[in-house]
């Protein structure tokens, strides 16, 4: 293990977190907030220091090899959340450690979480700061480092496949560099398309930065206790966030194919496909089964069902009204869309649309196999035979995945919580959600629960964004002796 290589990339991490706290540093100087102007200034300065500490120890070699990279992605994303709760406690706007961790936590992890009761009474720039750890996390804080640190050169590759979403992560260049730096391009061009629309809503400057930021991110955090609830009657709002959050939950590559004119590429995308339908399909069940039961209005209904489809699936946990209080039949919707996610290499979370449909054609497969044994039947995805092992890797992760879900259910409802809330509290943040049903609804959130508990689901957020296998890579002591 090359712990010099690891260390260096660790406090070069700490310097970048430590340089973009200046952001919220400054609205908190602007709105004269002593304890918050404080607090960013004591974390900065610990940041700084251990960040040249170890941004200057000797490394004997370069090279990047997987098991380096793994443990960079890993350490990397809970040392950056560990001080990006620094702000939080030393400014005492969050006392509990266990909560700001949560909290920090829940906003690189794009999860969008609170475990705080009165989100309004916080700092202007603490609330910036955890909007911004959305942006950061959304399209991962590694990736940033790679796309400003090319001194990791082309093997920085292992980073990038870490890091990412999805069964096989797209690169554009052959340099990673330049990979990075595109997907940012895409990344902050599509915040500021965003953060315009929002704005013309009707939305002040400053929670227009916090929704931008959010919904790009696929987050979900807001400066309101309620979420959007008081946005409700905004129609305009309502409706150029669902489709901001649709547009955030599409693959990053097809953007950038749509801007190399590749337009057929991206129309026959088999996931782009699936997305959408199931959206569609989920809209249109969810609106039959409210229209006349909890909305007299056709157009309100069908704000209200697109919307929070749009927000659950693409795993953003923005609400506009508790839908806890909807039919059983709308609420299952929304809890199978948990379990959804939207496309890979976005920046939302949860299982992705491509790995259930590999899992489809796999059942369809084996069910294909028992009327003709020896038939040859691949799995093609956009007209691409799938390599064994990647369709090995989707069945597996599947399998991991559902298994960590049972078990982490198990492990909340020591709680005391019912079945339900138990189940939903682990789907919303081991598939980096947010918001859940029954004691972890839209209304209560996670504020209730212990602190054991919000520990625990603080490494599930962490698991579910680094997709299970590179965290559990790490905690294996076989990883740490060969």
């Known amino acids: 293990m090359n712990f010099g290589l690891v260390a260096r990339v660790l406090g070069n991490l700490l310097l970048i977190e430590g340089a973009v706290l200046t952001i919220p540093l400054g609205m908190s100087w602007y709105c004269r907030e002593r304890s918050a102007v404080l607090g960013f200034l004591l974390s900065m300065g610990i940041m700084g220091l251990l960040g040249l500490f170890l941004s200057n120890i000797p490394v ?87 796309a400003i640190l090319p001194t990791l050169g082309v093997v920085g590759f292992q980073v990038f496949k870490a890091e990412s979403p999805g069964p096989a992560p797209d690169k554009f260049t052959p340099r990673i560099a330049a990979t990075s730096k595109i997907l940012y391009t895409i990344y902050g061009l599509l915040t500021l398309i965003i953060l315009a629309a929002v704005r013309a809503a ?194 597996s992760f599947l399998l991991l995945y559902f298994a960590v879900f049972a078990l982490g259910s198990l492990v909340i409802s020591l709680e005391g919580l019912d079945l339900l809330s138990s189940m939903s509290a682990v789907a919303a943040t081991l598939g980096n959600i947010g918001v859940g049903l029954g004691a972890v609804g839209p209304k209560p959130g996670f504020a209730g629960l212990s602190s054991a508990s919000k520990l625990f689901l603080s490494f599930l957020m962490l698991l579910g964004r680094l997709e299970l296998f590179t965290m559990l890579a790490v905690m294996s002591p076989r990883f740490w002796r060969e």
Do not use: C
């Open 60 to 146: 004997k070699s370069q090279r990047l090899k997987a098991r380096e990279a793994i443990s960079i992605v890993t350490l990397g994303w809970v040392v950056v959340s560990l001080f990006a709760a620094l702000p939080m406690v030393l400014s005492g706007a969050v006392p509990s450690f266990a909560d700001a961790f949560f909290e920090a936590v829940s906003g690189l992890t794009t999860t969008g979480a609170s475990a705080l009761r009165n989100i309004e009474s916080l700092p202007k720039g603490i609330l910036l700061w955890r909007s911004l750890l959305h942006w950061l996390g959304g399209m991962g804080i590694l990736v940033l480092t790679l």
């Open 202 to 395: 009707g939305v002040s400057w400053f929670e227009s930065f916090i929704l931008a930021f959010g919904t790009v991110g696929t987050g979900g955090f807001g400066i309101h206790s309620d979420s959007l609830a008081g946005w409700s009657g905004n129609n305009q709002l309502i409706f150029t966030l669902a489709g901001a959050m649709l547009l955030a939950g599409v693959n990053f590559s097809l953007y950038y194919d749509l801007f190399k004119g590749r337009w057929k590429q991206v129309f026959s995308n088999t996931e782009l496909r699936w997305y959408l339908a199931i959206m569609a399909l989920s809209v249109l069940g969810i609106s039959l089964n409210l229209y006349g039961r909890v909305y007299g209005s056709l157009s309100e209904t069908v704000k209200q069902a697109w919307f929070h489809v749009s927000s659950v699936m693409t795993t953003t946990g923005y609400a506009t009204t508790d839908f806890d209080l909807w039919p059983s039949f709308s609420k299952g919707v929304l809890f199978l869309l948990m379990f959804v996610g939207a496309s890979a290499g976005s920046t939302s979370g949860s299982v992705k649309v491509v790995r259930l449909v590999v899992w489809a054609k796999v059942v369809k497969r084996e069910i294909s196999r028992v009327l003709h044994p020896q038939a040859a039947k691949p799995v093609i995805i956009n007209g691409r035979v799938m390599p064994a092992e990647v369709v090995q890797g989707v069945v």
